[in-house]
Nanobody, 120 residues
Framework: QVQLVESGGGLVQAGGSLRLSCAAS????????MGWYRQAPGKQRELVAT???????NYADSVKGRFTISRDNAKRTVYLQMNTLKPEDTAVYYC??????????????WGQGTQVTVSS
């Protein structure tokens, strides 16, 4: 079974740091673009950062200079290092990946979500 498993969320004070991880597992032929999205209560899900399979990154303006996305292709894992966290970063963070699946081509998968709460 193909899945994305996230870890690393939690409660942190404003100004603190957290690191999220997301590992892809199962019968996967390739891992293409990966990324992180978040959804705060009462708001739509929004892009946080993405990274291509060759390391090209893209960030939401609200996190530029504070968050860093990276990946380890050998481990099929994407990371999100979050520094200088603000209360407005509080949300459920979701991992997203475009995976090459046998007989199915490229399929988009989502993780189950991990809660990040930043207290003021």
């Amino acid at each position: 079974q193909v899945q994305l498993v996230e870890s690393g969320g939690g409660l942190v004070q404003a100004g603190g740091s957290l690191r999220l991880s997301c590992a892809a597992s199962g019968s996967i032929l390739s891992v293409n673009a990966m990324g992180w999205y978040r959804q705060a209560p009462g708001k739509q899900r929004e892009l946080v950062a993405t990274i291509t399979n060759v390391g090209r990154t893209n960030y939401a303006d609200s996190v530029k200079g504070r968050f860093t996305i990276s990946r380890d292709n050998a481990k099929r894992t994407v990371y999100l290092q979050m520094n200088t966290l603000k209360p407005e970063d509080t949300a459920v963070y979701y991992c997203n990946a475009a995976l090459g699946i046998t007989f199915r081509g490229t399929v988009e998968y989502w993780g189950q979500g991990t809660q990040v709460t930043v207290s003021s």
